[in-house]
């Protein structure tokens, strides 16, 4: 194959692998997707606890930090991102969530015609194997994601269902169907006790498709650009080596909330100033370029427990514990090695006038502290609680204009301090769901001490939230009136020609809920699009084309 390809994808991450996989249906269409990180063959991507193991450290991770969190008392958040094929969807915790209807009906009201809940639901459907609910109003059978009930479930779930109830959170059968509100188990993105990333739904299928090259460890430098501001290809370095690739059709950037703005700069498409400042020539003056970021804050709360069964944790019954649980997950993909540690969940609004839920729970069988960075003695719960609808924005901005070096990231968490407000208000059902009564066998010690007035609490809050992994909206998508908008409709970013962005930094606004689904919908949406010109054009040539199957 040459150097040169219909399109150029960079960026095999949750979004990069579907179009890849997509696109590369037509074998008319030749396709090359660039990951900076390595092939997805560590195990602990494969086996759902390895997320554990994976989430503190650097393995195919890029381990980001924020800048310094005025609202969090000036420290430094941890931003981990996936760095291999499947992106963050190779080291996320694998809960699968759509997020609210009104989320999508909020994008299409912004002036994004084709985005409502009905426009983009089939494009969910299509790319589910839903095992459990699929062919039906919701979701979707026979698509690449494969989507079923926890593989691995503890009694301590149980404890967290009866305890929402009590609490006015009633039981429903999915947080992705008629209603968000409520308490849940959470439906994974689970193969036969594996992991089920975007690689493994959309590339691991696929890879034997002579029209799809899939390029590991290329870091793309930048987008080049012929002299009518058509781009027509990337640079990117792999092993020290300056290499290029040319796109015949178009590049589309897959890189991620942070990748993505950051190789826009790096190409001369941002703010004006910002650029000049860094030395880089301006190509298109772009103001919303890593501005509008949103991340959900979470605050987590453990405790001890009583039973070392169940929770997991680090003691010597845990390791003859584990140790067996390896054993049976290599033996037959079964057991404790199957878990995403998160195993209940829980909808809900801050106060009676909210009509969309605006927190959401985690809880977790395992105490978790600073990502994980932080390891105890001992079995223990988590809670985790989340503002999913945060008014707080921040940006991603050019720490310089070496391609190699990490951006700035600022998600200015609690900046707005209607999150604060909103955080507390969850922050206290989190605390007396698990400190009540169905808790009472397993629960033990608090991790930090639980807090029982509003500025403790606050002060608490400050001390130790920080992401729950979903940063978003660095390239939002808008109408040609919006001067923040980086992208239409059709993700082609404005200004220049042959150029998208298709990864969650389209999102507009963040989605209520996990964010892995709703990027991966972003994919397929996508690809949708990019067909449809593909046949307009070829329609404009007189070529005959076959009918897309999508
Ligand atoms: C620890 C963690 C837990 C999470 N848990 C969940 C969960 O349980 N459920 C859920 O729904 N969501 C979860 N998420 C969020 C979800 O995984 C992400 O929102 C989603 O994967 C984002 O997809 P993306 O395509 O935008 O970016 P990514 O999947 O991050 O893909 C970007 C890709 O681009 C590559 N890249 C970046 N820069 C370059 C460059 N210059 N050249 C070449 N390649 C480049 C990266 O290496 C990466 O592979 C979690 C995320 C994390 C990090």
Redesign the pocket.
Known sequence: MSDSFDYVI???????CVVAARLSEDPKVSVCL????GPDSNVLIHAPAGVAAI?PTKICNWAYETVPQKGLNGRRGYQ?????LG???S?????Y?RGHRSDYDHWASLGNAGWSYADVLPCFKRAENNEEFGDSEYHGRGGPLNVKQLSYKTSLSDAFLAACAAHGLPRIADCNGPDQFGSFLYQVTHLKGERCSAAKAYLTPNLGRPNLKIVTH???TRVLFDDAQRACGVA?TQGGQAVEVKARREVVL????F?SPQ?LMLSGIGPGNQLQRHGIAVRHDSAGVGRNLQDHIDYAQSWRTHTEREAFGFSARGSVALTRAIFEWRRQRTGPITSTFCEGGAFFRSSPDVTVPDLQLIFVIGMVDDHNRKMHLGHGISCHVDAIHPRSRGEVTLASADPIAAPLIDPNFLGDERDLQVLLAGAKLQQAIIESAPFDGFRGKPLYPVQRDDAALIADIRARADTQ??PVGTCKMGPASDAMAVVDEQLRVRGVQGLRVV???IMPTITGG????P?IMIGEKAADLMRGVLQDDRAMKGAVDEPCDA
């Open positions: 960079v960026g095999g991450g949750s979004a990069g660039l990951e900076a990180g989430l981990p991102r996936g760095k291999t992106g963050s969807s080291i996320n915790a694998m809960l969530v290329a870091h793309t990117y897959s890189a991620g909330a990748g190789l992994y979903h990864d969650a930094s996990n964010t892995n689904a990027t």
